[in-house]
């Protein structure tokens, strides 16, 4: 089979104003990664007060890329995303429960009046080992979710998601094996751990390493993940998936490896946020679905969904503004959250980045070749 | 190769309720030719296309593709073998730029679950170039085709057809909506994507002057029912054809 057309005046590459803004792109985005990363490495010793803040920042940056994956890359608005999340910080407590020797009936039937005597050898085990179960269970929860819910389109998705989320925290809430509605107190960090000497408050410098790394490589798997076919695939399923359907192409294993990569994170986040806030319990904690569960649509709509570095813009600015309306605007700091939503899905739906593709397309390799403005003649647009 | 039948539709009904779309259709699409599809509006020529693709499930009857029956399979499995459909209502990836969605469209029948995370290499970039050439689209491949004109649309979307390789390409209306002017280019790719591609080709077209210049074989529906078949000399000198398109009931 030839299908090799006439390729008069082309030359097979793309060209060389195209190449530019690519070339560009890549440097803006090297650039803004290393600004990042070295707020992320000098940040808490530069706001040593805000670690807590800044430890929730990248949580939130992690919030934002899993739910851009499903929402904005293949357009599934999942409002259920929050329910990994909250399954990985309850497998990751059971456990590390486990791990420490206990059985977990007795610990959670004990109300943390239990006396936990674990090793530091035995903590730090039984928190990566948590993470890592949580995690990997997680992935399996989504494929076996995704089964049942991939049949749903639109917003049926997400309804049909959300009411994962609500369910999970009310049958949580009625499992005493797992504490109930009265939560698991968890293990506490080794008193005498010094991985961080000098830090004066080793445990938040623990966790916050934690999470800049758990941020960190969800950025750069999805950045790798998007620069495959993948995310390709994905793209297209958002923009008609009846047509990828018909294409040929396998639309529900590319939805369900978005979902599990979601699953995965979000997991490994809620194993990192329980341990965090030391007590966990379903409803406040573990499935906050108005408040985290909602706060990743809004970060990723803000930032400009369908595009990497969207939600982490949108992360941070929605972090930054929530902690300085909460600080300096109390009682007004769900009005100004709801105002920014509000502005933001009235005003630009598209989002910062989206807004700025838009204002600067040839910035983000949108171009025409030939067209007069740029002069050169390389297209061979005669139909 | 000539003489192969590659699909045989034998007996298709299908009602939608009490609406008889489709009523003992029969129909061969011979292996290498262009076969037509006539018939006026609501005569059933789409119901028979979604048919054939898999989109729903016959109620009677047999459709074989390379002598084995399709018609209890889903559309993307009948796509990954190699039967292709294009859309009345052109339907391409809107928000991506015209390489993308060609880089999407390469075939899948041979994809395992790894081939998920794999990157388009030179030869499918290099082909991607090529066909937006020749549809003459290259020029503005890095635009999002949502914003491309109806036209470019229905180009981008046969030029992506032509990525996936097909072994037969069933066309809904390939030139409606398109200028005039363009159609009699549009007509010299369909034959070129026939003979220089090898591409078998299923035609509906309302265009008689198009399809009567293209087809080898010509097939007319009304009212759901197979009218007439042979030659397009033979079915456009057909009484009853003339009669379906004029109304003569």
Not at chain 1, 29 to 51: E, R, T
Not at chain 1, 226 to 254: P, Q, W
Not at chain 2, 74 to 92: D, H, K, S
Request: hydrophobic fraction near 45%.
């Amino acid at each position: 089979m030839s299908w090799r057309a006439r390729r008069e005046g082309i030359s097979g590459k793309p060209g060389p104003r195209h190449m530019g803004s690519v070339m560009n792109a890549e440097r803006r985005n090297l650039i803004s990664q290393g600004l990042l990363l070295a707020f992320g490495l000098i940040g808490p010793f530069l706001f040593p007060h805000y670690i807590q803040q800044i430890t929730l920042l990248w949580i939130m940056v992690l919030f934002a890329l899993t739910w851009d994956a499903m929402g904005g890359q293949m357009g599934y608005n999942s409002l259920g995303n929050i329910f990994f999340f909250g399954a990985g910080m309850y497998i990751c407590a059971v456990t590390q429960i486990m791990v420490a020797g206990y059985d977990v009936g007795e610990y959670t039937s004990a109300f943390g009046a239990i006396h936990v005597d674990i090793s530091d050898g035995q903590y730090f085990a039984g928190l990566f080992l948590g993470l890592a179960v949580a995690a990997v269970g997680c992935v399996f929860l989504a494929i076996i979710l995704g089964r049942i819910f991939f049949g749903l389109r639109g917003p049926y998705f997400a309804i049909g998601t959300l009411g994962i989320a609500l369910a999970a925290g009310e049958l949580i809430g009625a499992w005493d094996w797992v504490g109930g509605g009265s939560g698991i107190s968890l293990p506490l960090y080794p008193a005498e751990a010094d991985f961080f000497p000098g830090s004066g408050d080793d445990e938040s410098m623990f966790f916050y390493t934690l999470a800049l790394i758990a941020a960190v490589a969800t950025f750069l798997f999805y950045q790798w993940l998007y620069s495959t076919r993948f995310g390709l695939a994905v793209n297209a399923i958002r923009d008609d998936e009846e047509k990828a359907e018909g294409m040929g192409i396998h639309t529900l294993r590319y939805k369900t490896v978005a979902w599990a990569s979601s699953a995965f994170f979000m997991a490994i986040a809620g194993g990192i946020h329980g341990n965090i806030i030391h007590f966990i319990e379903p409803l406040e904690v573990a499935f906050p679905t108005v408040t985290f569960g909602i706060f990743m649509v809004a970060m990723a709509l803000l930032g400009g969904k369908g595009t990497l570095w969207g939600p982490v813009i949108g992360a941070i600015l929605f972090h930054v503004i929530k902690e300085v309306t909460w600080t300096h605007l109390l009682g007004w700091q769900w009005i100004a959250l709801g105002m920014i939503i509000i502005v933001n899905v009235v005003f630009f739906q598209q989002g910062i980045l989206g807004w700025m593709k838009e204002r600067w397309p040839e910035a983000f390799g949108v171009t025409v070749e030939g067209a007069p403005a740029q002069g050169s003649e390389t297209g061979g647009g005669s139909n | 190769m000539s003489g192969k039948k590659l699909i045989e539709v034998n007996g298709v009904s299908k009602s939608y309720g009490g609406v008889v779309a489709n009523s003992n259709i029969s129909l061969d699409v011979e292996d290498g030719k262009i076969t037509g599809l006539i018939g006026p509006n609501g005569s059933g020529k789409t119901t028979l296309f979604n048919s054939i693709v898999g989109y729903h499930p016959i109620d009677e009857g047999s459709i074989k593709f390379e002598g084995e029956e399709i018609s209890k399979l889903r559309v993307q499995q009948i796509a990954r073998r190699g039967l292709l459909r294009t859309f009345q209502q052109t339907r391409i990836y809107g928000k991506m730029n015209c390489v993308d969605n060609m880089l999407i469209s390469i075939p899948h029948r041979k994809h395992g679950f790894f081939d998920m995370f794999g990157t388009n290499g030179k030869a499918d970039r290099d082909k991607a170039e090529h066909l937006l050439e020749f549809v003459g689209l290259y020029s503005k491949r890095y635009l999002p085709s949502g914003d491309l004109s109806f036209g470019q649309q229905k180009l981008l979307e046969f030029a992506m057809a032509l990525m996936n390789e097909p072994k037969v390409l069933l066309l809904d209306e390939p030139t409606a909506g398109i200028n005039p002017t363009l159609i009699n280019g549009l007509i010299d790719r369909l034959k070129r994507a026939n003979t220089d591609f090898g591409i078998t080709l299923l035609v509906i077209e309302h265009n008689m002057r198009v399809i009567m210049n293209m087809a080898d074989k010509v097939y007319c529906l009304a009212h759901g029912e197979m009218l007439s078949s042979g030659s397009p000399d033979v079915v456009q000198n057909d009484q009853r054809v003339i009669d379906a398109y004029l109304g003569a009931h």
